[in-house]
Structures are given as C-alpha cells and as structure tokens.
C-alpha cells in the first residue's frame, strides 16, 4: 500500500547526513508501492535541502542530482485543493501543536487511510494520537 511521505523523510533520500534506516526503507517501499504527497511537499523538500547547502552539510551538484532523482521516484502530489482544506489542517495543527505544514501530511494520511513515513518526532507523536499509522521498520 502507499505511503504518505514526509518531507524529513525525502530529504533523507538525497542528504546523507539525515539518511537513516526508515528513510531508506521509505524510500524502497515508496518506489515498489507509490507515496503520495501534500502540494506543499516539494517546496518544503527544496527549503531543507537549501539550508543544508549553505550551511556546506549539502554539495550543491549533489542536490541537483538529489532532485533528479527524486522526479524519478513517481510520487503522486494529492489532487485536494489545498485552499478547501484549510480549515481542517488548521484543526490538526491547532489539537496537535504541528505546524501548518505538518499538519497537511496528517490530513492527507486520515483522508487517504495511509500510514506516514516521517522522521520528525513531533508528527510522529501527533500522528499516534490521532490513530494515523506510522511507517516503521
């Protein structure tokens, strides 16, 4: 089954220094069973990685390669019209103390009926809470 993807997670994918064991198991599992994303996720991917760069964690040929890649795995970008979600995400982000951003990965998992591939400690409690799966080892 699909996986909801994470941006910590992906940026695992191209960044060795935040690779782990779940992120390359996310990473197989995504590209043998798709992954499926929020709009917001590519932007985000981008930001981390960016940072990563200038602060000489991140080579910048290497990024570029990163993303490359990442264009190849063949995540679907979930099609809800992120403005109609809103008020939902602002919910989840409100009961769970995640930011917007994180929010939307948990609202795409409840509507999807998906477990989340994350990395982040914060969405990973947050998803426990409101009985989304977590993608795990």
Known sequence: M???IDASVAVGWIAP????????AALKAAAESGGVVP???AM???RALRRLERRRLLQSKALVTGLQDL???GLRVDDANPIERLVAIHKI???NGLTAADAAYLDLAT???MAIATIDSALARAAEVIGVAL???
């Open 2 to 4: 699909a996986l909801v």
């Open 17 to 24: 220094s935040q690779s782990n064991a779940l992120t390359r």
């Open 39 to 41: 709009a917001h996720f």
């Open 44 to 46: 985000e991917v981008l």
């Open 71 to 73: 264009e190849q795995i």
């Open 93 to 95: 982000a409100e009961q």
């Open 111 to 113: 509507r999807a009926g």
């Open 135 to 137: 993608f795990g080892l």
